[in-house]
T-cell receptor
Framework: GAGVSQSPSNKVTEKGKDVELRCDPI?????LYWYRQSLGQGLEFLIY????????KSGLPSDRFSAERTGGSVSTLTIQRTQQEDSAVYLC?????????????FGPGTRLTVT | KQEVTQIPAALSVPEGENLVLNCSFT??????LQWFRQDPGKGLTSLLL?????REQTSGRLNASLDKSSGRSTLYIAASQPGDSATYLC?????????????FGIGTKLQVIP
């Protein structure tokens, strides 16, 4: 079956512009996770959704970052007024349910470059 | 705050060799630990998931062990092949303050030389 998909695969934007990154989880997966992977750094956990709800937003780097999920499926991560330090690969993962027992399946990522 | 360390950062071995990758974590109250591989420019592929109540998991040439009390996990790769070349990441999951948290190590970059 289809895996997790993300779009765009690459995004180059000018500093100060807003960007939207999209994640399509595996069909039927209720839990969705966003991560950021900066050059030379480990994956940074940003936010997760249980259905359409994101109970913990404390992992978002700043208030310029927001995420939403509608219909228990597609999620968008929005970065407003982008800065050069936002340049990274943004990865999305989904799992069958919110329980910690379930494996996460990752998408290919969106490479964001802020010039 | 949970910290995950992976040693070595990079490893180069000849084809056919058995090898061990290490992962250590500071907070032993984890729920599970998952090993992934990441190929250049691609997302993560799950290899093995070990629940906190388990001591090891095996899949083909891969064997992962977990010693929760000492905060360590190892990934053993038998008879390595060039196709095993990738970055290997470990991730621990736990709950903190009622919320789910996931912490990744930076990874071990493996090169298997034909």
């Amino acid at each position: 079956g289809a895996g997790v998909s993300q779009s765009p695969s690459n995004k180059v934007t000018e500093k100060g512009k807003d960007v939207e990154l999209r994640c399509d989880p595996i069909s039927g997966h209720t839990a969705l996770y966003w991560y950021r992977q900066s050059l030379g750094q480990g994956l940074e956990f940003l936010i997760y959704f249980q259905g359409n709800s994101a109970p913990d937003k404390s992992g978002l780097p700043s208030d310029r970052f927001s995420a939403e999920r509608t219909g228990g499926s597609v999620s968008t991560l929005t970065i407003q007024r982008t800065q050069q330090e936002d340049s990274a690969v943004y990865l999305c993962a989904s799992s069958l349910a919110f329980s910690l027992s379930y494996e996460q399946y990752f998408g290919p990522g969106t490479r964001l470059t802020v010039t | 705050k949970q910290e995950v360390t992976q040693i070595p950062a990079a490893l180069s071995v000849p084809e056919g060799e058995n090898l061990v990758l290490n992962c250590s974590f500071t907070d032993s109250a984890i729920y599970n630990l998952q090993w992934f591989r990441q190929d250049p420019g691609k997302g993560l592929t799950s290899l093995l998931l070990i629940q906190s109540s388990q001591r090891e998991q095996t899949s083909g040439r891969l064997n992962a062990s977990l010693d929760k009390s000492s905060g360590r996990s190892t990934l053993y790769i038998a008879a390595s092949q060039p196709g095993d070349s990738a970055t290997y990441l470990c991730a621990v999951r736990l709950t903190s303050g009622g919320y789910q948290k996931v912490t990744f190590g930076i990874g071990t970059k493996l090169q298997v030389i034909p």
